[in-house]
């Protein structure tokens, strides 16, 4: 596997989506990544549909590139498989509520008594400590906590949940990658592993790029529709005539001058920065009565040419045959364990010398059991005593 992490070796012991997207990126950017997984329990995204192979399309895109083990932890000969393993690898990646992998002696002090130089990265709710620690909760739950989804919304409506996974992905997997770098940088200049304790709650809190300053020094704080990035202002979305949206963003004056210009109304370019709310109101009603005098297409040949910071508002299939994401190669073609393909989701990340790989989609439960542990040092008879004991998959 080529790819700028293609030294380091990984554990994944995580389910669902935050800790598996991490280890993707991993994945992606060349490192072995082994998932560990319960022969009894398994993760709940291999039952999402579709599916292809007999495989979930979306564990087959999480998980490409990670082969499977299916291991007991509850059972002895599980343990005894782990702590075989993690001498041999760098990273661990788990997702458990804080404490279970200590009763299920895997935790960090555990293992750093057989690898010192490990680095043992735990994703959860609210992290390891704090009055929330083993409390239950959702993406949606953790960006409530964290002051976020009082201002994702409208006023007509209220709070509103997010598209797609902000605390989840861009809090725990973006967050938990960054933290296992950072201590694997730091290993290689002290030798020194360490434990990398990621709270989705803590990542999304941390997001608040624009909003906090103000709310922290003068007592400002965010509501819906209040700033200029939340519906505020005339950034939004507007509706055209046959019910498709425009996206209109063009902040800076001298966008906001030929988006003006474009549509009509250069009276409108002096008032593109107030957040007086009548004024507001005002400009954004003549935007709308304007977007919504015409069709879709007739505003996408308006703004073709011009660089003012509109574009349409298109659907997830729309967006995989746009020109520009169809150049930088963001739907690719994976191997699948029968032979045929399945279309996936590139990674973002573009590399001069060390280009990401896709060896295949998300494996079967257990698919690699075998062949992990013989490279291990384990015999053929001792993975079919494995087996009979239910501490193998």
Not at 40 to 64: C, F, K, Q, W
Not at 90 to 103: A, L
Not at 285 to 305: N, S
Request: charged residues 20%; contains cysteine.
């Amino acid at each position: 596997m080529s790819g700028p992490l293609a030294s380091l070796k990984v554990l994944d012991f995580s389910t669902l989506l935050p800790g598996p997207f991490a280890t993707l990126m991993l994945a992606d950017m060349g490192a072995e990544v082994l998932r560990v997984e319960s022969p009894t329990r398994p993760d709940m995204v291999r039952l999402l549909p579709p599916s292809e192979d007999g495989v979930s399309a979306v564990h087959g895109y999480i998980n490409r590139s990670k082969r499977s083990i299916a291991v007991d932890l509850k059972k002895p000969e599980g343990k005894e498989i782990i702590r075989r393993l993690v001498a041999e690898y760098d990273i661990i990646v788990e997702q458990f509520r804080p404490g279970v992998m200590d009763r299920l002696g895997v935790g960090y002090e555990d293992l750093k008594a057989i690898n010192p130089g490990l680095i043992y990265c735990s994703i959860t709710g609210y992290g390891q400590d704090g009055p929330y620690r083993d409390r239950a909760g959702h993406d949606l739950n953790y960006l409530s906590i964290a002051g976020m989804t009082a201002y994702n919304g409208r006023k007509a409506s209220g709070p509103a949940p997010m598209a797609f996974q902000v605390a989840d992905i861009a809090g725990g997997s973006c967050h938990a990658v960054m933290g296992v770098l950072a201590a694997v940088i730091h290993r290689q200049s002290t030798g020194e592993g360490q434990h990398v304790d990621i709270s989705m709650t803590d990542a999304a809190f941390s997001l608040h790029g624009l909003a906090a300053p103000p709310a922290l020094v003068g007592g400002q704080d965010p509501d819906l529709e209040t700033t200029q990035l939340n519906g505020g202002g005339f950034y939004d979305c507007y509706r055209t005539r046959d019910g498709r949206f425009m996206s209109v963003a063009g902040l800076e004056p001298q966008f906001f001058t030929q988006f003006c210009q474009a549509i009509g109304k250069p009276e409108l370019t002096s008032k593109g920065m107030t957040l007086d709310p009548t004024l507001v109101a005002e400009v954004k009603a003549e935007i709308a009565e304007v977007i919504g005098g015409q069709d879709y297409d007739h505003w996408c040949r308006v703004f073709a040419d011009l660089d003012c910071c509109v574009e349409p508002v298109l659907s997830f299939s729309e967006a995989t045959e746009h020109p520009q994401l169809k150049a930088r190669d963001m739907v690719v073609e994976v191997p699948r364990h029968d032979g045929g393909k399945q279309r996936q989701v590139a990674s973002p990340f573009k590399f001069s010398a060390t280009p990401v790989g896709y060896r295949f989609s998300g494996a079967r439960l257990g698919q690699h059991s075998d062949e992990v542990l013989a490279d291990h040092g384990f015999s053929a008879e001792d993975i079919q005593a494995f087996k009979d004991s239910g501490a193998v998959g």
